[in-house]
């Protein structure tokens, strides 16, 4: 079998990446921000992180049903580069009001706008590079999203310290223009951008895209799995701003080292899994692996009271986070139309979305009930619940899913 070209030789896919990369950046910075703000608006209580987290997923169970086709109904560069403009305005916005009530509406409104950006960059992907490319392409933009975040999350604590609680927000509105300046020189073919031509009701999007789930076991049972696993997931990005201070008695400005670990993870699994190729029949050993793996990492941290130690379980977490992420896209991608796509992963980002919300508002309520090493053990049985699941359901849904072929996704054409 020839070797397949790199996905660096497409001019499109590299503009997707720095895009991404930009707004990856930006986003980092606003993440430990938002701690910041919140745990020292709302002196320590981590409800309140938790309330802004959870701000930002409800989006997901309150409107997922009416943007489920925006992604394959509108021109796909043209609502990504808008929502990469408005974004910024809202980010901007916090420090300026500088009240825990607008964070969590400014919260809720940016991530509003990311379930139509977000479903249109998985869309998108596929399109910007060429047949058996979509794991390389999805590690490619893993490993450099993960290779940013390190600096980042290690510098963000100082830049914070130095230059004041508002430059987080500053840098990330920045990041967002520059993310949509670089969008808006796609060239991708006129199918894709013009999206669907006969535009139907929303209703209807939804409807396609939950039976398109309940149709394709494969699908149906990854979102299933996912829901279970995201509640460990969620539940751990709250209570890592706990760990930090509660269990290591660190200022919160450090939750970037444990961030800065998860990146360094993230990086060195995505690599691997780059190499995977797009093979089916090895996704579902990675995936239970990594949710095994994540859950084990979650219980060690329940424990430890060294920074040091906890950073190198955090990079574990990180590593196994991209080992059971990406062959769940990548199969997701490969398997689902491209004019289905769209419609297909905003109904899953609904049903994640809803599940993780109440994860995030329940961590931080848990916490105080049965301490925060207990809300930890709990977490990691979720995910190793997960691990289970697809041990389970996945091995066979691939092996019926091999028996006939998938639809390819096109090659752009441009810019490879």
């Known amino acids: 079998m020839a070797k397949l070209p790199s996905v660096y030789r497409s001019k499109n896919f590299v503009k997707l990446l720095v895009s991404q990369v930009v707004s990856k950046a930006g986003a980092n910075f606003v993440e430990v921000g938002l701690a910041v703000f919140a745990l020292r608006v709302a002196r320590g209580d981590l409800a309140a992180y938790g309330g802004i987290i959870f701000a930002g997923m409800i989006p997901a169970v309150v409107l997922g049903w009416?943007?489920?086709?925006?992604?394959?109904?509108?021109?796909r560069k043209r609502t990504m580069v808008a929502g990469d403009i408005?974004?910024?305005?809202?980010?901007?916005?916090?420090?300026?009001?500088?009240?825990?009530?607008?964070?969590?509406?400014?919260?809720?409104?940016?991530?509003?706008?990311?379930?139509?950006?977000?479903?249109?960059?998985r869309a998108m992907t596929p399109d910007t590079v060429g047949e058996g490319q979509v794991m390389a392409a999805g590690s490619a933009l893993s490993m450099a999203q993960s290779l940013i975040d390190?600096?980042?999350?290690?510098?963000?604590?100082?830049?914070v310290a130095r230059a004041g609680s508002a430059s987080?927000?500053?840098?990330?509105?920045?990041?967002?223009?520059?993310?949509?300046?670089?969008?808006?020189?796609?060239?991708?073919?006129?199918?894709?951008?013009?999206?669907?031509?006969a535009a139907t009701?929303?209703?209807?999007?939804?409807r396609d895209g939950v039976a398109f789930h309940r149709k394709t076991p494969v699908v149906g049972r990854l979102l299933v799995l996912s829901m279970v696993g995201v509640i460990g997931v969620a539940g751990v990005n709250v209570a890592s701003a706990a760990v930090?201070?509660?269990?290591?008695?660190?200022?919160?400005?450090?939750?970037?080292?444990?961030?800065?670990?998860?990146?360094?993870?993230?990086?060195?699994?995505?690599?691997?899994m780059g190499r995977l190729g797009d093979d089916r029949r090895r996704y579902s050993l990675f995936i239970a692996l990594g949710l095994f793996g994540f859950g084990l990492e979650t219980a060690g941290v329940a424990w430890s009271r060294d920074l040091l130690v906890t950073i190198g379980l955090y990079v574990v977490g990180g590593f196994c986070n991209a080992v059971y992420q990406l062959p769940i896209r990548a199969w997701?991608?490969?398997?689902?139309?491209?004019d289905m796509r769209g419609r297909v992963f905003a109904a899953r980002g609904m049903g994640i979305?809803?599940?993780?919300?109440?994860?995030?508002?329940?961590?931080?309520?848990?916490?105080?009930i049965w301490t925060l090493p207990v809300t930890l053990l709990v977490l990691a049985a979720f995910a190793v619940a997960a691990a289970g699941l697809s041990v389970f359901w996945l091995a066979r849904a691939a092996s019926a899913a091999g028996s006939s072929a998938a639809p390819a996704p096109a090659s752009s054409g441009a810019g490879g």
């Open 86 to 121: 408005i974004r910024a305005l809202l980010v901007l916005s916090v420090p300026m009001v500088n009240q825990l009530w607008w964070a969590y509406g400014a919260v809720f409104l940016v991530e509003a706008v990311g379930l139509v950006y977000k479903p249109g960059v």
């Open 168 to 197: 987080p927000f500053l840098i990330d509105a920045a990041a967002f223009l520059v993310a949509g300046g670089t969008l808006a020189t796609l060239t991708l073919p006129g199918s894709v951008a013009a999206g669907r031509a």
């Open 201 to 206: 009701s929303f209703w209807s999007d939804l």
């Open 66 to 75: 009416a943007v489920g086709g925006v992604a394959d109904r509108w021109d």
């Open 353 to 368: 979305g809803s599940t993780a919300a109440l994860a995030a508002l329940l961590t931080g309520w848990v916490v105080s």
């Open 150 to 159: 390190i600096p980042v999350y290690l510098l963000v604590g100082v830049i």
């Open 332 to 338: 997701l991608q490969t398997t689902v139309p491209r």
């Open 244 to 272: 930090i201070q509660r269990l290591l008695g660190r200022p919160e400005g450090d939750l970037g080292w444990l961030l800065a670990g998860i990146a360094a993870g993230m990086w060195v699994g995505s690599s691997l």
